[in-house]
């Protein structure tokens, strides 16, 4: 694996498995993104009933406040708020019967909802 920061710090790393970078290469490019500059943008937000929630889109460049990390080939933009929960996690891709998906392997968490959609630290 790969991890290369171009503005982030120690354990504040946030880094992607090579399937979920390969198959978030593989979505940008279908989307005609550049993936030299366009990158996924991984945040978290207030929602779902433990508190916080993952979200994330593809961007076509970062913003100037972000923190960029490189992983096995993929750009990741995390803001700092966002980053005060999500440093030190992975972006994983898993399949299985509940269907395919981008999953976050966060060690700041303490506790899941019931479905795994939500969280807090």
């Known amino acids: 694996m790969s991890a290369t920061v171009e503005n982030g710090e120690g354990d504040a790393v946030v880094t992607a498995t090579e399937d979920a970078a390969e198959q978030a290469r593989d979505l940008m490019d279908g989307e005609d993104m550049d993936a030299s500059e366009a990158g996924l943008r991984l945040y978290v937000q207030q929602g779902g009933c433990a508190g916080l929630s993952y979200g994330m889109r593809f961007e076509n460049e970062p913003e100037p406040e972000d923190q960029i990390f490189e992983s096995n080939g993929l750009r990741l933009f995390v803001d700092q708020s966002s980053l005060n929960y999500i440093g030190g996690s992975q972006l994983d891709f898993e399949g ?10 966060n060690p700041n968490v303490e506790s899941e909802c019931g479905c795994g959609e939500s969280f807090r630290t």
């Open 96 to 105: 299985g019967l509940q269907g395919a998906g981008f999953h976050v392997q």
